[in-house]
C-alpha cells in the first residue's frame, strides 16, 4: 500500500498548548485521513486547510472520488473562530461524490456539527466503525 503523511505542527508529538492536525494519504484507496488533537489557533488552522486542499486537489486527479475521515474525538470544542473557518472550509471543498465522514466525541458535538453540512457529502459519527461504513458503502458502489 503506498501511503503519503504530511504532518502541519512542527511536531506532532507536542500535544501541550498547541493542538495538532496531522493529514495521511493512501494513494491506493484515494483515502485520506485527518486526525485533530487539542486546541488550535486561527494560524495553524489557515495552514492545515491550505495544505489539506493541496492533498485534496492530488486526490481528485486519481479518477476516482476521493474519501476523508476525519477523526476529532480527542479535540475539545474549539474557539468560534476556528470552528466556523474549518466548517466554511469543509462546505466549500467537497462536493458530490466526494465523501468526508467526521468522528466525534459525543452526540452532542455530533449534532452541533451537522448543522450546514450537506448530507451528500459529509457524515458525522460517533463511531469510527458507523463513519468507516458509510465511506465504504460509498466507495463500493462507484
Request: hydrophobic share 45%; with cysteine.
Amino acid at each position: 500500500m503506498q501511503t503519503a503523511s504530511v504532518h502541519t505542527s512542527p511536531d506532532p508529538s507536542a500535544l501541550s498548548s498547541r493542538g495538532v492536525l496531522t493529514i495521511a494519504v493512501d494513494r491506493v484507496q484515494n483515502l485520506i485521513k485527518v486526525v485533530g488533537r487539542g486546541f488550535w489557533s486561527v494560524e495553524h488552522v489557515a495552514a492545515h486547510i491550505r495544505e489539506f486542499e493541496a492533498v485534496l486537489i492530488e486526490a481528485r486527479r486519481s479518477g476516482q472520488p476521493s474519501r476523508t475521515l476525519v477523526d476529532l474525538r480527542d479535540a475539545p470544542v474549539q474557539a468560534p473562530e476556528v470552528a466556523g473557518m474549518l466548517h466554511t472550509a469543509m462546505c466549500r471543498m467537497y462536493r458530490p461524490p466526494e465523501r468526508a465522514a467526521i468522528i466525534v466525541a459525543s452526540s452532542l458535538v455530533k449534532m452541533q456539527m451537522k448543522r450546514g453540512f450537506n448530507p451528500a457529502t459529509h457524515g458525522v459519527f460517533t463511531s469510527e466503525t458507523a463513519a468507516e461504513l458509510w465511506l465504504n458503502a460509498y466507495h463500493r458502489a462507484c
